[in-house]
């Protein structure tokens, strides 16, 4: 592999649309596919954290990267979610997401077990010495098992098929980190960022592209900032992202993950349904007063039409609110009990 070949561009994290049964639309799925290569996606990310692929099946799972390879039909790659629980389950996935034809497969680090960096490296390493197809590690430390630089470095040193990290943390330093460890000796070693507020910042630092969930609502706006910031075009690269970052916090703050997405990509026209998790009175009153805040946002970038009465300042998102609600997710994080060993 040369450094030409590797991982680049925006790679949407796609929701999967559901019908009234709460079962995958599969032609709304291949018509959302198409929507999101019409608007310029360089891959498509099935069976991530925005698609929810804890909430599915094994054999859903499946299905939905067969709907996917299937409609894409080579014009765009696919990077596939491959995480089972278990590494016996993820090499089947592997093996046969291989058969497929996608271009690589994305795997979380351990989840529900918290692991010391060995055990993660043990784990990864069983993965790619066994899979047929290349892998790309997931960081997602806020639900998952940290992926620590050290083990990265090791991991794209002894593993040949693997050829990338996906890391949502953020963590601008640990990407720099990260790069700088790896990349002298693996110039094909890709680095993908999953935290869409950081987008223009983290291709600055020398990141490839982006895991993005904001691309999967608005595609165009994450791949024109992806676009300007690679050509220079700092001042409207810089302005794209402060506009993308409202949009950005409303949808991931304002209600249970991922449904502020999956309710900003019904205002797109997209029916991508209700969501598997199921939600409160007080969460559907929520989820509708988010709506209208979504289709306000939406307007202001010419996606949307503006709710009924309008789009006053009285309505729009209040930063200090969202602060708030940030600091009440971290609190809950912190106090939430540990499992037992």
């Known amino acids: 592999m040369t450094p030409t070949t590797r991982l680049a561009g925006i790679y949407t994290p796609n929701v999967v649309p559901l019908d ?17 290569i019409e ?8 069976n991530g954290s925005t698609g929810e692929f804890t909430r599915f099946t094994a054999d859903e799972r499946r299905r939905i990267i067969e709907i996917i390879v299937d409609q894409t039909a080579g014009r765009v790659p696919v990077l596939a979610g491959a995480a089972e629980a278990n590494t016996r389950e993820t090499i089947r996935a592997c093996e046969h997401y291989h058969r497929l034809g996608v271009r690589a497969v994305a795997i979380v680090s351990p989840f529900y077990y918290k692991l010391t960096p060995a055990g993660v490296y043990a784990y990864f390493k069983e993965i790619a010495d066994h899979s047929p197809v290349d892998v790309t590690l997931y960081n997602i430390p806020m639900f998952a098992s940290p992926i620590d630089v050290p083990t990265v470095a090791r991991l794209a040193q002894e593993c040949p098929r693997v050829v990338g990290i996906k890391d949502s ?10 790069i700088a460890a790896v990349r002298p000796d693996r110039p094909d070693f890709s680095f993908l960022t999953g935290w869409d507020a950081a987008l223009m910042p983290m291709l600055l630092i020398g990141c490839d592209g982006g895991t993005n969930a904001t691309s999967g609502v608005v595609p165009e706006i994450t791949r024109k900032l992806y676009d ?50 199921p939600k409160s009175e007080t969460q559907q009153l929520e989820l509708s007063e988010l709506s209208r805040q979504l289709q306000c946002l939406l307007a202001a970038e010419g996606f949307a039409g503006e709710p009924v009465g309008g789009c006053s300042a009285s309505r729009e ?21 540990h499992p037992a060993p």
């Open 317 to 337: 998102i209040d930063p200090e609110q969202l602060a708030r609600l940030v600091r009440r997710i971290i609190g809950d994080l912190q106090r939430a009990p």
């Open 20 to 36: 009234d049964r709460g079962e995958i639309h599969e032609a709304e799925l291949r018509r959302y596919v198409d929507w999101l």
């Open 169 to 178: 943390s953020g963590d601008l330093p640990h990407m720099m980190r990260m």
């Open 39 to 46: 608007r310029g996606v360089h891959g498509l990310y099935p």
């Open 228 to 277: 300007l910031t690679l050509a220079g075009h700092l001042d409207q690269a810089r302005n794209l992202q402060y506009r993308l970052l409202k949009l950005f916090d409303a949808m991931l703050y304002s209600a249970e993950f991922p449904d502020g997405f999956r309710a900003a990509l019904t205002l797109r026209g997209i029916r991508a349904g209700a969501g598997r998790q």
